[in-house]
């Protein structure tokens, strides 16, 4: 495995890759690899020849009040486990290496004005302008991001579709644990307790699923009593609570496609969820 930390280099490394007719698989992570990276580096690993995975924490899609500067970091731990996992490539730019005074940005309307782009207003601005840069670097043939960030695996298909990269966006189904909480790295901040409060984003997920899948289609209803279930729980509380069309717009009446999205903070720590309508329930 090779740990590449230039633009020069990554961009050499994969010319000679693509003369050697290899297709390229990529995965854009932010580290703090887990179980949910390592899905999407089997997916990238079945359909393409060399993957690479990128590790940056990007500063532009946080908040002045988020949190970037403890944002989880263990480049070493991640090198070991991306070399254990058939990773070939590892680029871990530094920030100046991506961002040296950089005036231009990436951003796609509408799409973002809904779920979380209510409170992170300028949050896919900067997911955009990094990913839309690290296609341009690495030059994938596909690329592979987790259904758990729904509204960002939106977002950027749209945005290839616009800007008319060459690329094919893949979407991995989301990865959870034994007892159905959803893998994230942020997961590693919470307490003993908070995990166990934390089940709620399933529990009320399913329970929204299952209305649902019981002939159930008034939107504001299910949204509702999912909000009373997660109201309930201490140390909990609700950022949003939604069911939207692909399209990123509130739905009154629920249709296969829709996704039935929140987020939620368990203490300081947000985490999101999703179900898409029609989809096949997790165990």
């Known amino acids: 495995m090779e740990i590449i930390k230039t633009i020069k280099e990554i961009r050499y490394i994969i010319k000679n890759e693509k003369?050697?007719?290899?297709?390229?698989?990529?995965?854009?992570?932010?580290?703090?690899?887990?179980?949910?990276?390592?899905?999407l580096v089997k997916e990238a690993k079945k359909e393409t020849n060399s993957v690479v995975v990128?590790?940056?924490?990007?500063?532009?899609?946080?908040?002045?009040?988020?949190?970037?500067?403890?944002?989880?970091?263990?480049?070493?731990?991640?090198?070991?486990?991306?070399?254990?996992?058939?990773?070939?490539i590892i680029f871990n730019p530094e920030v100046d290496e991506l961002l040296d005074n950089s005036l231009t940005f990436v951003e796609v309307t509408k799409l973002d004005k809904n779920l979380c782009?209510?409170?992170?207003?300028?949050?896919?601005?900067?997911?955009?302008?990094?990913?839309?840069?690290?296609?341009?670097i690495v030059i994938p043939d596909?690329?592979?991001?987790?259904?758990?960030?729904?509204?960002?695996?939106?977002?950027?298909?749209?945005?290839?579709?616009?800007?008319?990269?060459?690329?094919?966006?893949?979407?991995?189904?989301?990865?959870?644990?034994?007892?159905?909480?959803?893998?994230?790295?942020?997961?590693?901040?919470l307490t003993e307790q908070m995990r166990k409060d934390a089940l709620i984003l399933n529990t009320s997920l399913k329970k929204g699923a299952y209305l649902i899948i019981n002939g159930e289609r008034d939107a504001k209803k299910i949204v509702s009593i999912i909000t009373s279930d997660i109201e309930a729980v201490g140390n909990v509380k609700i950022d949003y609570v939604k069911i939207v069309s692909k399209d990123m717009v509130d739905v009154d009446n629920v249709s296969d496609g829709d996704i039935l999205s929140l987020a939620v903070f368990?203490?300081?720590?947000?985490?999101?969820d999703n179900y898409i309508i029609g989809d096949k329930l997790w165990s």
């Open 142 to 189: 596909k690329a592979f991001f987790g259904k758990k960030d729904i509204q960002q695996l939106i977002i950027i298909k749209k945005m290839v579709k616009d800007l008319n990269f060459d690329i094919e966006i893949v979407g991995v189904d989301i990865f959870r644990e034994a007892d159905g909480l959803a893998v994230s790295s942020r997961n590693i901040y």
């Open 266 to 272: 368990i203490g300081e720590t947000r985490l999101i």
């Open 54 to 88: 990128s590790i940056f924490v990007n500063p532009i899609q946080f908040a002045p009040n988020e949190d970037f500067n403890r944002y989880p970091r263990s480049i070493e731990k991640d090198i070991d486990l991306a070399s254990k996992n058939g990773v070939d």
């Open 117 to 136: 782009g209510l409170s992170r207003t300028t949050h896919f601005r900067g997911v955009a302008t990094i990913v839309s840069k690290l296609f341009n």
């Open 19 to 39: 003369k050697l007719g290899k297709t390229i698989g990529f995965v854009p992570t932010m580290g703090a690899l887990h179980n949910g990276h390592f899905s």
